[in-house]
């Protein structure tokens, strides 16, 4: 391996991972630098799992860890004379839809390699990952790998086919940032390593995009669900305790002050009694927006105390109450989603999102679920499938709430795209882009009543 010595790139690695949040101390340093004498630098995965042993802590760590080895310890120097003529883009898309369609992360990984060769290079040393996707968009494959899997004799149904999409869109997305952390690599190797390690933006789970997050990370959400709550337990507490003390009641302070020549030494405050808000939240549970739907769901649960109630209500096109589902899912946030699935009416007669029919039937049977005291959450891409939004219904549930605020899990850039009606509901009461954990964090700090 040329460049810094093996020990350089432990001792660098770890300053790295200090860096990003992991503490590690002396004695995990030493196992590392045991664990390399063991192990050795022939067999790269394994110095990866061996390493990652002396270092971590937990599993959920990892995502910290492996793009942080992938610049210390790379599998191998860029090959610039891929540059040179001769590239064909067209076939690299094919053989690209085909590793999608197949779930290939190994030839997923090798397209990532031979795309940034062919796609990436801008200068003697430079290498951009913006610039290949936006010269090879997996992202448009979407439709190609789709048409594949129903010509092959796969499932088939509008609810199967987004579930399917869902899988593919995620695939896409670990491709892009396979794309992302070859081209770091790549740079790194021509420039200073440690300022890109310190530099480069982590997957940390707060940071997992719900619409994109695995099995793996979605369980990785979950075990965050409560530390995350107590958090903003103690802020919404706070914010409690600040709101209660009340305004300045000008009229008996100024005559207060008579007392002492008109100088209003005491202020007396117009005291407060807030009652605790109600919470209602309406979710769409179909396809990868259920995993956000889930995980808001649960953190919402856990802050049930800082409410006087908290209702809880699952759709796809039909809704139904699931504030006890919720209460019992607690004990097993894994299964949650299947549960909801199992014992809530969610579907009519297709399996589709009917944001207009679910709002529909929400107001026909659930209206006095809402009143002055409320604050409404709308969870949801706002993917309408071409059907009425009925608007109505939504302006009805705005009229008698306090608030209804609107968390779109999607990029604000895919708002009114294809079949969203984003702009439309977001006429109607305020709509937040709320892609991960720790967006949501900062959204629900900001939004909860007092």
């Known amino acids: 391996m040329s460049g810094p010595s093996v020990a350089d790139r432990v001792t660098s690695l770890v300053r790295a991972l200090r860096t990003h949040g992991i503490r590690i101390g002396t004695g995990e340093s030493v196992d590392a630098a045991q664990a390399v004498a063991a192990l050795g630098l022939d067999h790269r995965e394994h110095l990866r799992e061996g390493l990652a042993a002396a270092l971590l802590h937990d ?73 290949t996707l936006d010269r090879l968009r997996p992202q448009t494959l979407l439709a190609q790998i789709m048409s594949g899997i129903r010509a092959g004799g796969g499932r088939s149904g509008e609810f199967t086919d987004r579930i399917e999409a869902d899988e593919i869109r995620r695939r896409i997305e670990e491709f892009r940032a396979q794309v992302r952390a070859e081209a770091r690599r790549r740079v790194a190797e021509a420039r200073d390593r440690d300022e890109i390690a310190r530099r480069m933006p982590v997957q940390t789970p707060d940071r997992t995009l719900f619409l994109y997050a695995g099995k793996e990370q979605l369980a990785e959400l979950r075990r965050t669900v409560h530390p995350l709550a107590r958090k903003l337990a103690t802020r919404l507490a706070a914010r409690r305790r600040r709101a209660a003390r009340g305004q300045i009641d000008l009229r008996r302070t100024l005559r207060g002050s008579l007392s002492t020549g008109g100088v209003p030494m005491r202020p007396v405050l117009r005291r407060r009694r807030p009652a605790r808000p109600e919470l209602v939240l309406l979710c769409d549970v179909s396809g990868s927006v259920a995993g956000f739907a889930n995980f808001t769901m649960l953190l919402v649960q856990a802050l049930h105390d800082q409410f006087s109630k908290v209702r809880v209500f699952a759709f796809v096109n039909r809704i139904d109450e699931v504030t006890d589902l919720i209460a019992r899912g607690t004990a097993d946030p894994e299964g949650l989603g299947a549960r909801i699935t199992e014992e809530a009416t969610l579907t009519g007669w297709h399996g589709s999102s009917d944001y207009g029919t679910a709002l529909g039937e929400f107001v026909e049977r659930y209206e006095a679920a809402v009143g002055p005291r409320t604050t409404v959450f709308v969870l949801g891409d706002a993917r309408n499938n071409q059907q009425d939004p009925n608007l109505p219904a939504l302006r009805r549930i705005a009229r008698q709430a306090r608030r209804v605020h609107w968390l779109n899990p999607e990029s604000r850039a895919q708002w009114d795209t294809g079949d969203s009606a984003a702009g439309l509901y977001g006429d109607v009461v305020e709509m937040y882009e709320c892609r991960n954990a720790r967006q949501l964090s900062a959204l629900v700090g900001r939004l909860l009543p007092v």
């Open 59 to 131: 599993q959920g760590q990892r995502p910290v860890f492996d793009p942080v080895f992938d610049l210390y310890f790379p599998r191998g120097i860029g090959a610039p004379d891929a540059r040179q003529g001769g590239f064909d883009r067209d076939d690299l898309r094919e053989r690209l839809a085909d590793a999608l369609a197949a779930n290939d992360r190994a030839a997923m990984a090798r397209l990532a390699a031979e795309a940034v060769d062919g796609l990436g290079g801008y200068d003697a040393n430079g290498w951009s990952s913006q610039q």
